[in-house]
């Protein structure tokens, strides 16, 4: 690696802290130096084989993407600009509960089909890893042993461990299933996992009691990681879902950072100041809570996530076969319609707030982009799609999204799904839309708390002990930004364009974006937390 000096920079270092002007040097994949333009005045400025001119840029440590959906794209895209080109220099994936390890041969196959939706099926994946380890492994390995695009941590997956050691059964866990389950997340912390995931209003995760995911949060404590839940709400009962969460996580002694966390749907406009004031009283309390968000307001899932959990149970071929039966069809109907199914966050579905997003069968491609108009237009999509097709769910409130971003445990996730002909614009765009929209635009935040949103604080929730800040001796994982135009530029029409004012980033000291092009470095690699197990009845 060459030696580089970054001359000239507006440094944003992360910390929440006033902006300073400086020349940063870098080498060894590291930052060397940090000379401030007041220390420089009088004496030679630092020199190195390569000098960039940073004069009218931001420089700030690289994004850290709290909640990805990237699993498969790694592996599949060497590019994968979609996170490289907005500043992402590390992923969190293995997201809601469901990803591809730990698994056994049946559990893969049927993970695949179950989250086709959010990943594609992986036809063109080689899935030759089982283990959590196996999977990090893969991913240092990729294209050749070059690596991957961006860094990535994981965190297991609940569902999946469910699935491997219950099945798809709607049933308490057996004792010795339990001990299974503590065994394979025990397994996955010492491969390098950073904490565990659950997506409870997902089959088969959303069958698991609480007594039964704080055993494995006890687990994950010992390890020093955290409990990452979709909980079981975000409509209809969502604040008694957070707290549940909440009391959940005290219980195990495990730190808790709760994913996507919003207010969506009618029940809940206007009511983000009882979220946040009940995540205040946990803090107080001692709680160790963090959480992330995604500046929009729709959200994005599969079309079979919205059925009721009754109508999920056995798996994806069960589903189907229920689909197919006109008695049991119209059962589904009822409970999307006019109970408020499980899967729909108890909520009465609204179809008109359901767009299509992506289907897999060519023949569907006419239904991405529109709303779909009834259960029989559902139905239909999902038989013939054999379960695949990803929406947009139109149910959030944009002061929701304000408020919640302001607090001072928020950090940033795009919750971004790659996949489909009309992805998510949040999937391109979350982080310069928060630099763009939300700071120079509104003045939600400043652009110094802004960073430190993006940056130092899902640092610390991972526990990183040399990411994050712009600080000598960390790594040179960076971002340089235009402040005057940095914006995304995906749309919900056009939701692959890529984002403005982001000239320059750095992973590992190498440019994989330079004067806003991407070039062939794959410098990212797995970040797995340190496999050291605390005492068995440590917290947090």
Same mark, same amino acid.
């Given at each position: 690696?060459?030696?580089?000096v970054?001359r000239d920079?507006?440094?944003v270092?992360g910390?929440?802290?006033?902006s300073?002007?400086a020349d940063?040097?870098?080498?060894g994949g590291r930052?060397?130096?940090?000379?401030?333009e007041?220390?420089?005045?009088g004496?030679?400025r630092?020199?190195a084989?390569?000098e960039?001119d940073?004069?009218?840029l931001?420089?700030?440590?690289?994004?850290?993407d709290?909640h990805a959906?990237?699993?498969?794209?790694?592996?599949?895209?060497p590019?994968h600009s979609?996170k490289?080109a907005?500043?992402?220099?590390?992923?969190?994936i293995g997201?809601?509960?469901?990803s591809?390890a730990?698994v056994?041969d049946?559990?893969?196959?049927?993970v695949?089909r179950?989250?086709t939706?959010w990943?594609?099926?992986g036809?063109?994946?080689?899935f030759?890893?089982r283990?959590?380890?196996?999977?990090?492994d893969?991913l240092?390995s990729?294209?050749d042993g070059?690596g991957?695009?961006v860094?990535a941590?994981?965190l297991?997956p609940?569902?999946?461990v469910?699935?491997l050691?219950?099945g798809?059964?709607?049933r308490?866990?057996?004792?010795?299933?339990?001990?299974?389950?503590?065994?394979?997340?025990a397994?996955?912390m010492e491969?390098?996992?950073?904490?565990l995931s659950?997506g409870l209003?997902y089959t088969?995760g959303?069958?698991?009691k609480?007594?039964e995911l704080?055993?494995?949060c006890?687990v994950v404590?010992s390890?020093?990681?955290?409990y990452c839940p979709?909980?079981?709400?975000y409509?209809?009962? +969502? $604040?008694?879902? @957070?707290?549940?969460m909440?009391d959940?996580s005290?219980?195990?002694?495990?730190? &808790?950072? %709760?994913a996507h966390?919003t207010?969506?749907?009618?029940v809940?406009?206007?009511?983000a100041?009882?979220?946040l004031?009940?995540?205040?009283?946990?803090l107080?309390s001692?709680?160790?809570i963090s959480?992330?968000?995604y500046p929009?307001?729709?959200?994005?899932?599969t079309?079979?996530?919205m059925?009721p959990?009754?109508?999920s149970e056995?798996?994806?071929?069960?589903?189907?076969k229920?689909?197919?039966?006109d008695?049991?069809?119209d059962?589904?109907?009822h409970?999307?319609?006019v109970?408020g199914?499980?899967g729909?966050h108890?909520v009465?579905m609204?179809w008109?707030t359901?767009e299509?997003?992506?289907v897999?069968d060519? +023949? $569907?491609?006419? @239904?991405?982009?529109r709303?779909?108009d009834?259960?029989?237009t559902?139905?239909h &999509?999902? %038989?013939?799609?054999?379960?695949?097709?990803?929406?947009?769910q139109h149910?959030?409130h944009?002061?929701n999204v304000r408020?919640?971003m302001r607090?001072?445990?928020h950090t940033?996730?795009s919750?971004?799904?790659l996949?489909g002909?009309?992805?998510h614009?949040?999937?391109y765009g979350t982080f310069?839309?928060?630099?763009?929209?939300?700071?120079?635009e509104?003045?939600i935040?400043s652009?110094?708390?802004c960073?430190?949103?993006?940056?130092?604080?899902p640092?610390a929730?991972l526990?990183?002990?040399d990411?994050?800040?712009v600080?000598e001796?960390y790594?040179?994982d960076?971002?340089?930004?235009?402040?005057?135009?940095?914006a +995304?530029?995906?749309?919900?029409e056009e939701?692959?364009r890529?984002?403005t004012?982001?000239p320059?980033? &750095?992973i590992?000291g190498r440019?994989?974006?330079?004067d806003?092009?991407?070039?062939d470095v794959?410098?990212?690699?797995s970040?797995?937390?340190?496999?050291?197990r605390?005492?068995a009845d440590?917290?947090?």
């Amino acid at each position: 690696m060459e030696q580089l000096v970054i001359r000239d920079a507006d440094v944003v270092d992360g910390s929440g802290g006033p902006s300073y002007r400086a020349d940063v040097v870098i080498d060894g994949g590291r930052i060397i130096s940090i000379v401030q333009e007041a220390a420089a005045a009088g004496c030679q400025r630092p020199k190195a084989r390569r000098e960039l001119d940073a004069e009218g840029l931001v420089l700030s440590p690289g994004f850290i993407d709290m909640h990805a959906h990237s699993d498969l794209a790694l592996l599949r895209d060497p590019d994968h600009s979609a996170k490289a080109a907005q500043g992402v220099t590390l992923e969190v994936i293995g997201q809601d509960g469901l990803s591809y390890a730990p698994v056994d041969d049946r559990t893969l196959a049927e993970v695949r089909r179950a989250i086709t939706g959010w990943n594609g099926y992986g036809d063109d994946i080689d899935f030759d890893w089982r283990s959590v380890g196996e999977y990090l492994d893969r991913l240092d390995s990729a294209f050749d042993g070059r690596g991957i695009a961006v860094n990535a941590a994981y965190l297991i997956p609940q569902g999946t461990v469910r699935m491997l050691a219950v099945g798809w059964a709607d049933r308490e866990a057996t004792p010795q299933e339990l001990d299974r389950m503590r065994q394979l997340v025990a397994e996955g912390m010492e491969q390098g996992a950073v904490g565990l995931s659950s997506g409870l209003t997902y089959t088969p995760g959303m069958y698991a009691k609480d007594a039964e995911l704080t055993e494995l949060c006890r687990v994950v404590a010992s390890y020093g990681g955290y409990y990452c839940p979709h909980h079981r709400s975000y409509g209809a009962g +969502a $604040l008694e879902a @957070y707290a549940e969460m909440v009391d959940l996580s005290r219980e195990a002694g495990c730190s &808790l950072h %709760l994913a996507h966390a919003t207010m969506n749907f009618g029940v809940n406009e206007g009511r983000a100041p009882e979220l946040l004031a009940l995540l205040d009283e946990a803090l107080a309390s001692g709680a160790d809570i963090s959480l992330d968000t995604y500046p929009y307001t729709p959200g994005c899932t599969t079309l079979v996530a919205m059925l009721p959990s009754w109508a999920s149970e056995g798996g994806p071929e069960a589903i189907l076969k229920r689909l197919a039966d006109d008695d049991t069809a119209d059962r589904i109907r009822h409970h999307l319609e006019v109970t408020g199914s499980d899967g729909c966050h108890g909520v009465p579905m609204e179809w008109d707030t359901i767009e299509i997003s992506g289907v897999t069968d060519p +023949a $569907l491609a006419e @239904y991405v982009g529109r709303r779909v108009d009834s259960w029989a237009t559902a139905r239909h &999509l999902l %038989l013939s799609d054999r379960l695949a097709p990803s929406i947009l769910q139109h149910v959030g409130h944009e002061e929701n999204v304000r408020q919640i971003m302001r607090h001072r445990v928020h950090t940033g996730g795009s919750d971004g799904i790659l996949q489909g002909a009309k992805p998510h614009p949040r999937a391109y765009g979350t982080f310069p839309r928060y630099l763009g929209h939300y700071v120079r635009e509104l003045g939600i935040l400043s652009l110094e708390e802004c960073v430190a949103h993006l940056t130092s604080r899902p640092a610390a929730r991972l526990r990183l002990p040399d990411r994050g800040l712009v600080k000598e001796g960390y790594k040179a994982d960076l971002v340089l930004f235009d402040p005057g135009t940095v914006a +995304a530029g995906s749309t919900f029409e056009e939701p692959r364009r890529l984002p403005t004012g982001i000239p320059h980033v &750095l992973i590992d000291g190498r440019f994989v974006i330079e004067d806003g092009r991407r070039t062939d470095v794959l410098a990212g690699r797995s970040v797995r937390r340190s496999p050291v197990r605390r005492n068995a009845d440590s917290r947090g």
